[in-house]
């Protein structure tokens, strides 16, 4: 099951911050030696190499939990946001557009107003959850929460397309109802698990403080949040188990999903979700609602009333006073390592494009997307699919019977450049310049009808993950579309400036990443037409299994802090897709000009352009802290890794940089791992 499962270029703390188009550069802009470290053989460590000098120079800043390429565009586009944003404020009273996007700004800002409110704005939450008499009572009150925009407790809950019938929408429940980064916080008893699950502890006694309980309720409270939470996340399957569409695509008729989950009636349920008129529903864990189940009769009522004023004071906590904030951003410096709070207004852009971000959308394509941007991208992409399908045909692993499976796949991949053909309006959503919090629990009551509203429709194709000024890509398998918003048509990706090296080196491997996307080791399993389902021979999906193991061990060798290594099977359908979408930019870059010419740039010649920029794009500086959440929940690898690993398997590299044996990154070309 998924809800709307998308596969991410990569994965990022407040992403969706404005993109623009840079000024005007000469192209031997675009790789400045001054940013690498040329004391390094490139075949030792071509990260270092490439990136050596920046990464020494470029320290995470306080603000924030790393600094790299994406860090920087961030940076960069937040100023141009923030701009936008003011500009409306000053037209508040010229159109709704306008009117919403800078009084949800002015409201946030009103730091003076939110501290003098305290926790005001969550007293009625906060009493009628105190008011609730029996264990219905608790399922009532999830029900309101989600209808309500406050978010939602005990599990996950939506509706979107069914997997293995993807023309129809279905309603989807999901592990959920646990409050820290990955359920492994509550389970492993290692140093670091049990720092973080000590400060959560005091976390859980600061905020319950907060809105005025004493140290003995508090501390109360906080064992009996800790206590379902740990129930909860111990029936949860892991990451690693999430990632197979196969295992977690469940589909039962309401009745009978109901029979295994006595005090939890879904027919009743999904009629308070505002779905009315289902048959069936999809579950990505079974066991984890029966344990649900079992929970919601073994714990007193006083339990469950704690856990809910939990949720619902989490959920509200970065929308209140300064004390609040605060406390929040204590907690997460323990996660992170974070040093500084990120400034109010950037925090304030976030949360403006994820709530009404085609709005935000809007304004920014008119002011700073180029419409040649999207035409470039259109010819980019079908260049890649030509290349992918001539690559295809030229496996010698791979069946006829299955290639042409294969080739129709690719073919029938949708594509979806810029932003969207039409917008949202968010009609009948209220912003009042004196109401943060209530501005957005009703944007979130608008995204949780929208989504609700759409069972018993045709599935709307048009529709986006992500909005314009996301600084991202992504793959959604249950529609076999790529999507690029506007966002990421920037340096160092994509620059009409650029020599064709850079642009093949950025976007086009960005392009053939989330193709491949659509053939790694989860995407395989969806066909041409979206629908989960076997497309493989026996014989071609052991020889991929085999291969997708070399991949899984490879990336299991790396170490990134003390102890901890990547995990190779969480991380293997990024690098799957890292790896083919740097092979096929490569194939597709040597059928340009500039590679057929061989020209030098500032001594480098086109191949070595070409990797040294992809090697640009994942540099970055992290924090310890960040990096250990990262590699228990990120399937992404860490950037050098996602820099150096896929090279070692592509011949070119090694060409091109004259890597030879004995050095370090030498790998011996019978070993070396070809897939796509």
């Known amino acids: 099951m998924r809800n709307f499962s998308i596969y991410l270029l990569v994965g990022l703390p407040a992403i969706a911050i404005l993109g623009f188009i840079p000024p005007k550069k000469k192209s031997h802009k675009f790789i400045d ?12 460590n071509f990260y270092e190499y490439v990136n050596g000098n920046w990464l020494k120079n470029n320290p995470v800043p306080p603000s924030k939990t790393r600094w790299g390429s994406f860090d920087e565009l961030r940076e960069q586009s937040s100023q141009r946001l923030k701009s936008l944003l003011e500009e409306a404020v000053s037209k508040t009273s010229t159109d709704r557009l306008n009117q919403m996007i800078g009084d949800f700004y002015l409201s946030g800002m009103d730091s003076a107003t939110l501290d003098k409110t305290g926790y005001e704005p969550i007293k009625a939450d906060l009493a009628r959850i105190d008011g609730i008499n029996s264990i219905p009572g608790i399922l009532d009150e999830i029900a309101y929460d989600r209808t309500h925009g406050i978010g939602g407790a005990l599990f996950g809950f939506s509706v979107g397309q069914d997997d293995k019938n993807v023309n129809q929408y279905i309603p989807q429940f999901s592990q959920g109802g646990t409050s820290l980064p990955d359920r492994d916080y509550y389970l492993k008893n290692d140093k670091r698990s049990s720092k973080i699950r000590d400060a959560y502890a005091e976390h859980l006694k600061a905020m319950f403080r907060l809105v005025g309980e004493s140290d003995a309720m508090a501390g109360a409270h906080e064992n009996a949040v800790l206590r379902i939470e740990t129930a909860l996340a111990k029936a949860q399957l892991s990451r690693v188990e999430m990632r197979d569409p196969d295992k977690v695509y469940n589909k039962f008729s309401v009745k009978d999903f109901a029979s295994s989950t006595p005090s939890l009636n879904w027919k009743e349920l999904l009629v308070k979700f505002n779905v009315n008129g289902a048959d069936s529903v999809l579950t990505n864990n079974p066991s984890f609602f029966k344990i649900a189940d079992v929970l919601m009769t073994a714990l007193s009522l006083d339990d469950w009333k704690t856990y809910l004023k939990w949720k619902m004071l989490n959920s509200a906590a970065p929308y209140l006073s300064d004390s609040f904030v605060k406390e929040d951003f204590t907690f997460t410096q323990v996660l992170t390592g974070q040093k500084q709070q990120t400034p109010r207004w950037q925090r304030l852009s976030g949360l403006i494009d994820r709530q009404l971000g085609d709005l935000l959308g809007q304004l920014y394509v008119a002011k700073y997307f180029k419409p040649e941007a999207k035409q470039r991208m259109q010819e980019l992409v079908n260049n890649m699919i030509e290349t992918f399908a001539e690559r295809i045909k030229n496996l010698d692993w791979m069946s006829a019977e299955t290639k042409i499976k294969a080739l129709e796949k690719l073919n029938a991949i949708i594509k979806k450049i810029a932003y969207p053909d039409k917008w949202k309006t968010y009609d009948g959503v209220t912003i009042d310049k004196s109401d943060f919090l209530g501005n957005v629990r009703r944007a979130g009551v608008w995204a949780y009808n929208d989504m609700v509203s759409r069972f018993g429709k045709p599935v709307d194709k048009t529709r986006w993950g992500m909005t314009p000024p996301t600084i991202n890509a992504y793959y959604n398998p249950a529609d076999n579309e790529i999507v690029f918003p506007a966002g990421i048509l920037q340096s160092p990706f994509f620059d009409f400036d650029a020599d064709d090296a850079v642009n093949y080196g950025g976007i086009a491997a960005v392009i053939g990443h989330e193709m491949t996307h659509g053939f790694d080791d989860e995407g395989r399993k969806y066909a041409a037409d979206g629908n989960l389902k076997d497309w493989w021979t026996k014989d071609d999906a052991a020889k991929f299994n085999k291969k997708a193991n070399e991949v899984v061990e490879q990336y299991n060798a790396f170490t990134v802090l003390d102890t901890l290594h990547v995990n190779g099977k969480l991380t293997l359908g990024e690098n799957l897709a890292d790896l083919g979408g740097l092979s096929i930019a490569y194939e597709a870059f040597t059928k340009t000009q500039q590679f057929k010419e061989g020209k ?75 897939i796509w």
């Not at 470290?37 to 490139?42: C, G, M, S």
């Not at 990096?627 to 228990?632: E, K, P, S």
């Not at 890794?641 to 070692?648: F, H, M, T």
């Open 33 to 44: 030696k001054a940013n690498m470290n040329l004391t390094i053989r490139p075949g030792d």
């Open 600 to 674: 030098k740039i500032d001594g480098f010649t086109p191949a070595q352009r070409f990797f040294i920029n992809w090697s640009q794009v994942w540099r970055n500086n992290i924090l310890p802290e960040s990096a250990a959440q990262l590699i228990l929940t990120d399937p992404h690898s860490p950037g050098m890794y996602r820099s150096n690993a896929p090279l070692v398997n592509i011949d070119a590299w090694y060409n091109a940089f004259d890597v030879k044996p004995g050095d370090k990154m030498f790998k011996p070309e019978n070993e070396r791992t070809k």
